[in-house]
């Protein structure tokens, strides 16, 4: 897995519209946050947000359930999700996703 195909994944994900036609369900996207962090941060690296903040305490969570990955592990498993989210979806747009990430050198 190269830096070059994670940062495409990351670039993808970020600008995929809310109400488009791929849409990566809650549970994907915290996939999608828990392993960007650990590819970017490392071991989280912050208190657990408080009671009510329930968004924060989710994502900490997420992040918090894969420490000890390596950074290459976490950028790999991020960009097998959205191409398996990509081949799913099966449309034109993905189509062009999956190049873009298969060109990434």
Known sequence: MSQA???KAVA???SLPKDGPIKPTQAEQLFFYQYYKQAKEGDVNTARPGLMDFT?????DA????KGTSK???QAKYVEKLLEILAKAD???SKKYIAE???AA
């Open 101 to 103: 990430i298969e060109a």
């Open 12 to 14: 993808i994900v970020q």
């Open 63 to 66: 992040w918090n359930g894969v």
């Open 5 to 7: 195909k994670f940062d």
């Open 91 to 93: 449309s034109e747009e």
């Open 56 to 60: 924060g305490k989710a994502k900490w």
């Open 72 to 74: 290459e592990d976490a």
